[in-house]
Nanobody, 124 residues
């Protein structure tokens, strides 16, 4: 099993940047593909980005392409989500999730392990 803890959330002005981190313990993170999801108030959990366990494959939802970048440092057992040009619509609780696969997964039901989430608030 792997345990995931998100950090780096907070309050930022529109147009600003924020970097989220997802730190893993237990099994080595190199065994897992990682995904980022978010849940805004009154909305369903939404896929944001995913990265394969080797870092060679990344996927993004259309609304964040060109603004967000997912990366990983397996030596540090950490995955990152760099968020630039933030908009108020990006306000949500952000979660990281892991699954032992060689590819990438873009649906929540495909993941086995989840962090507790970190709040991101973008003000106008």
């Amino acid at each position: 099993q792997v345990q995931l803890v998100e950090s780096g959330g907070g309050l930022v002005q529109a147009g600003g940047s924020l970097r989220l981190s997802c730190a893993a313990s237990g099994r080595t993170l190199s065994l897992y593909a990682l995904g980022w999801f978010r849940r805004a108030p009154g909305k369903e959990r939404q896929f944001v980005a995913a990265i394969s366990r080797g870092g060679d494959i990344t996927y993004y939802t259309e609304s964040v392409k060109g603004r967000f970048t997912v990366s990983r440092d397996n030596a540090k057992n950490t995955v990152y989500l760099q968020m630039n040009s933030l908009k108020p619509d990006d306000t949500a609780v952000y979660y990281c999730a892991a699954v032992a696969t060689g590819g990438v997964v873009t649906v929540a039901r495909g993941y086995d392990y989840w962090g507790q989430g970190t709040q991101v608030t973008v003000s106008s």
